[in-house]
C-alpha cells in the first residue's frame, strides 16, 4: 500500500474518506451516498496536483502524505497559506460560492488524494445538517488559526516558529512515545509559513532543540512538552 508505488487498496481509500471528521455521526447511507464515487490518485513529491483556477468540480480529501496550500502576494512572491496531512479536506468552498479556486495544491511527500465530486458534496450538506456543522467547525478551527499567525506577526522569532509547530500539531500531531510527533518539514515551508528567514527558521529550531523543546530526525519533529513550548508565545 505504497503510495509512491501506486500499490493501493480502493477500499481502504474508501474507509479513510469516510473518517474524515465532516462524515462524524452522519447515518451511514447518508456517509455512503456521499461518497460512492470516490476516485483516489498517487502523486509524488513536489508536484502541482491542482492548478489555480483549475480544480474541476471536485473535494479533495488527503489520504496519505502532505500538501501545502499556497498563492502568490502582489509582488509575484509565493505564500504558503497552509500545509495539510492525512484526513484533511480541501477544496471544500468552491463548490458553495461557485467561483474559481484561487490556489495552487502542492505535494511535499507522496502523496494521494481522494476526490469526491461536488455534486455529491453539495447533495450531503442540503441534506444533512449536521455535515453543514461540521464543516463550521472545520472552518472555524482554521480561521482561528489564521487569526492567531496574524497576530504573532509582530512577535519575535521564537514565537512565531513556535506557533507554526503548534499549528502543525493542532492540524496533524499524532501521540507517540516521546511525544506529539509532526512531519519535520522542510526549514523552506516553515519559513514561508512564518515570514521569517530560512536562515532565522534553521537558528530557532537548533534553539529549540537544545532546549529539548523538540526532537528532531529525517521525517518526524517530536515534541515532547506541548504546554512547554506554548508558553514560549508572546
Request: hydrophobic share 40%; charged share 25%; net charge neutral.
Amino acid at each position: 500500500m505504497d503510495a509512491r508505488h501506486g500499490h493501493r487498496d480502493p477500499q481502504i481509500d474508501l474507509q479513510l474518506v469516510r473518517s474524515a471528521l465532516i462524515f462524524k455521526d452522519l447515518p451511514e447511507d447518508a456517509v455512503i451516498q456521499a461518497t460512492s464515487h470516490v476516485v483516489s490518485r498517487s502523486h509524488p513529491a513536489n508536484q502541482v496536483i491542482l492548478l489555480e483556477n483549475d480544480w474541476g468540480s471536485s473535494v479533495y480529501f488527503i489520504l496519505d502524505g502532505w500538501v501545502k496550500i499556497r498563492t502568490y502576494n502582489l509582488d509575484g512572491k509565493e505564500v504558503t497559506l497552509n500545509i495539510l496531512g492525512r484526513g484533511e479536506l480541501f477544496g471544500e468552498m468552491a463548490p458553495l460560492d461557485e467561483v474559481p479556486r484561487s490556489t495552487d495544491v502542492i505535494t511535499l511527500v507522496p502523496t494521494v488524494i481522494g476526490s469526491v465530486p461536488a455534486s455529491d458534496f453539495v447533495h450531503l450538506l442540503n441534506t444533512q445538517p449536521l455535515a453543514g456543522i461540521r464543516l463550521s467547525q472545520l472552518m472555524a478551527r482554521r480561521l482561528r488559526q489564521v487569526n492567531r499567525r496574524l497576530r504573532l506577526r509582530e512577535s519575535d522569532s521564537t514565537s512565531r516558529v513556535a506557533d507554526i509547530i503548534l499549528f502543525l500539531a493542532d492540524g496533524q500531531g499524532k501521540s507517540g512515545q516521546g511525544g506529539l510527533e509532526i512531519p519535520n518539514l522542510p526549514h523552506r515551508e516553515l519559513s514561508s509559513l512564518s515570514g521569517l528567514a530560512r536562515e532565522t527558521v534553521t537558528r530557532v529550531l537548533s534553539k529549540l532543540e537544545k532546549k529539548g523543546l523538540i526532537v528532531r530526525d529525517k521525517d518526524l519533529m517530536v515534541i515532547p512538552d506541548i504546554n512547554a513550548l506554548e508558553k514560549l508565545l508572546v
